[in-house]
C-alpha cells in the first residue's frame, strides 16, 4: 500500500477535516471578540476621557508591538500561573479557547484602527445634520456614522479574517487539535510529513479563496446599493 492510500483515508480525512472546522471556528469567534475589542478601543481613543484613551493607546500600542505567538504563549502558560498564585488555583487551560482569546485581543488592537479611520472618514456634516434634527450621539453613531463606516471597512476586515484563519495555525504550538496540529498528527504517525501537510495548504487555500469570493460579491451588491 502505498504512503497516499495510508495517510488518505476516510477516517484520517474526517480527522483533518474537523481539525479545519475548528480553524475556522477560532477564525469566526476572534473575528467577533476581536470587532468588540477593536470598536470599544476606537471609540475611547475618539472620545474625550484621558483615562480611556490612555488605556485604549497602551493596548493598541503594545499588542501591535508583540508578536502573536508570544502573547498566545503568555496567555496559555501565565495564566494557570497566576490563577495559582493569586487564588491558589490550579487548572488546566483549554487550548482552543485560551487560543482564541489570544488571537482575539491581538485582532482587537488591528481593528482599532480600522474603526477608528472608517468612522473619521465619514463626512462630519452628518454629525452636524443628525444633530439639528434631535438626534443623540450615540443614535447618531448607531444610526448614520456605523452603518457608513461599515461599507468603508468592509475590503480591509474581509482581509483580516483571512488572516486570522492562518494565524489559527499558531495555536499548534499550544496543542489546540487544529488544522495544522493535525496534520503534524498524522504526519508523526506514518513517517511522512509531506501529504498531510499538502492537504493542509489545500484546506487553507479552500477556506480563504471561498471566503474572498464572497466577499468580492457582497462589496459589488453594496457598492450597488449607494
Known amino acids: 500500500m502505498s504512503a497516499f492510500e495510508r495517510i488518505f483515508t476516510p477516517e484520517n480525512m474526517q480527522f483533518m477535516v474537523k481539525g ?38 497602551v493596548y493598541v500600542e503594545v499588542i501591535r508591538g508583540t508578536p502573536m505567538m508570544l502573547q ?27 487560543g482564541t482569546i489570544a488571537i482575539a485581543i491581538n485582532s482587537g488592537a488591528y481593528s482599532t484602527e480600522l474603526f477608528r479611520s472608517a468612522i473619521q472618514s465619514v463626512d462630519k456634516g452628518q454629525w ?21 463606516a461599515f461599507k468603508r471597512i468592509l475590503p480591509p476586515y474581509i482581509n483580516e479574517f483571512i488572516v486570522l484563519i492562518k494565524d489559527s495555525s499558531l495555536l499548534s504550538t499550544i496543542g489546540a487539535a487544529e488544522l495544522l496540529q493535525r ?19 489545500v484546506a487553507y487555500l479552500v477556506m480563504t479563496l471561498t471566503i474572498s469570493y464572497f466577499a468580492r460579491r457582497l462589496e459589488r451588491r453594496l457598492a450597488e446599493s449607494d
Open 183 to 201: 496534520a503534524d498528527v498524522l504526519g508523526a504517525k506514518f513517517y511522512n510529513y509531506l501529504l498531510p501537510l499538502l492537504f493542509a495548504t
Open 128 to 148: 452636524e445634520a443628525a444633530k439639528t434634527i434631535g438626534l443623540t450621539h450615540k443614535q447618531t453613531l448607531r444610526e448614520i456614522i456605523l452603518p457608513q
Open 20 to 57: 479545519a472546522g475548528y480553524s475556522l471556528l477560532v477564525a469566526i469567534c476572534a473575528l467577533a471578540g476581536g470587532s468588540v475589542l477593536g470598536l470599544l478601543a476606537a471609540m475611547a481613543r475618539m472620545g474625550k476621557n484621558k483615562i480611556a484613551r490612555a488605556i485604549a493607546n
Open 72 to 98: 498566545i504563549l503568555l496567555l496559555y502558560l501565565g495564566g494557570p500561573v497566576i490563577t495559582r498564585t493569586l487564588f491558589h488555583y490550579v487548572f488546566t487551560p483549554n487550548p482552543i479557547l485560551v
